[in-house]
C-alpha cells in the first residue's frame, strides 16, 4: 500500500527531472519537423513560417536542415536581404546538406534558400526565439564548486555551473514533492 502511494508520487517527479534536464541541454529542431522540409512550399498553408510560428525556439536550441547539399543551400540574411530575396550578401552560408545552426541569442533569425529563384517562391523562414528571462524563471543561482571540492579542481565552465544549479533546484522541487 505505502510502495504504491510511493510509487504514484515518485513519477510525475521524475517525469518533471527529465523535463528540465531536456531543456538544460537545448534541443535539436528538425526545421519543417521532418526530412525534406526544405524546399519551395508547395502552398501558402504549406509554408516553412507556417510551421515556425506554431513552434518555440529557445537559446540554445539548434536548428537543423536536412536536403540535398547539391541543389540547395540554407542562407543566414538581414531583415532587408530576406524581404527582397537577395542571396548576395548573407551573414552566413551553409550548403553541406547536413545544416546546424545553433540559437544563441533571442529575436529573430532570417533565413531563405539560396537556390535560384527559391526565395521568391516562398522557400524562407523567420525564426522568433524567445528571451532568456523566459527560459531561466525561477532558477537559482549555484553555489561555487570551489567550495565544496577544495584547490586541485578543474576550472568549472559557465555551462557545468548552470546545470549544477538546475540539477539543485529540481533536487528541492522533488522533495518538496514528497
Ligand atoms: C543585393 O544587395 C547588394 C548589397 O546590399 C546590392 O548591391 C544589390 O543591388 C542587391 N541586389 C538586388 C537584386 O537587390
Redesign the pocket.
Known amino acids: 500500500m505505502a510502495a504504491k502511494a510511493f510509487s504514484r508520487s515518485i513519477t510525475p517527479s521524475l517525469v518533471l527531472l527529465f523535463i528540465f534536464l531536456s531543456f538544460a541541454q537545448g534541443k535539436e529542431i528538425m526545421v519543417g519537423g521532418k526530412t525534406g522540409a526544405w524546399k519551395i512550399p508547395s502552398s501558402e498553408s504549406d509554408s516553412l513560417n507556417k510551421w515556425a510560428e506554431k513552434a518555440r525556439f529557445q537559446i540554445g536550441d539548434s536548428l537543423v536542415w536536412k536536403y540535398d547539399g547539391g541543389k540547395d543551400s540554407v542562407l543566414q540574411v538581414s531583415k532587408e536581404?530576406y524581404t527582397?530575396c537577395?542571396t548576395?550578401?548573407p551573414i552566413a552560408d551553409y550548403k553541406d546538406g547536413n545544416t546546424k545552426v545553433k540559437l544563441e541569442k533571442s529575436g529573430p533569425y532570417f533565413f531563405m534558400s539560396g537556390a535560384k529563384g527559391h526565395c521568391e517562391q516562398g522557400q524562407k523562414m523567420i525564426v522568433v526565439v524567445m528571451s532568456q528571462k523566459h527560459r531561466y524563471i525561477g532558477i537559482s543561482p549555484a553555489p561555487s564548486p570551489v567550495d565544496f571540492e577544495g584547490p586541485a579542481v578543474a576550472p568549472t565552465s559557465g555551462v557545468a555551473v548552470l546545470k549544477a544549479g538546475l540539477l539543485a533546484t529540481v533536487g528541492v522541487l522533488v522533495l518538496g514533492l514528497f
Open positions: 536581404d527582397s537577395n548576395s550578401n
